[in-house]
């Protein structure tokens, strides 16, 4: 006897989106070069939020090595929240990317003259 149960088909994630690979591949030329762009800028806009965080956090360190004294603090709780809440630094640099808010450029690499 058999117990395959009919399963039902995940339902996608409803902040996932189809995107035009075309329009993407438009504004620098190559996909790949697109995707690049954006993860760059992904990680630029992730250092940045991190660095932030962590400054806000720095506020509320207990320098005591007391691991008996632990209390919660609800301005740190908040803070953690709010950030959390913030959108994946990649949605946010592909905003930007298709906002035509972000600057790249090409570099020309030489050659070595005896190759």
């Known amino acids: ?14 902040t996932l989106q189809t995107r035009n690979l075309a329009e993407i ?7 790949y070069e697109a995707i690049a762009i954006m993860g760059r800028r992904a990680n ?4 940045g939020i991190k660095e932030e965080l962590h400054a806000k956090l ?12 632990v ?3 609800r301005e740190q709780i ?4 709010h950030y959390e809440r913030l959108p994946h630094p990649t ?4 905003k930007e990317y ?5 600057f790249f450029r090409y570099t020309e690499e030489k050659l070595p003259e005896n190759a």
């Open 1 to 14: 006897m058999s117990n395959n149960k009919k399963l039902k088909p995940l339902a996608p994630a409803p």
């Open 25 to 31: 591949e438009k504004k620098s030329g190559n996909l």
């Open 44 to 47: 630029q806009v992730s250092v």
């Open 58 to 69: 720095r506020e509320f360190a207990n320098h005591n090595d007391d691991l008996e004294e």
């Open 71 to 73: 209390h919660e603090n």
């Open 78 to 81: 908040e803070i953690s929240r």
């Open 91 to 94: 949605l946010v640099a592909f």
């Open 98 to 102: 298709n906002e035509n808010r972000v």
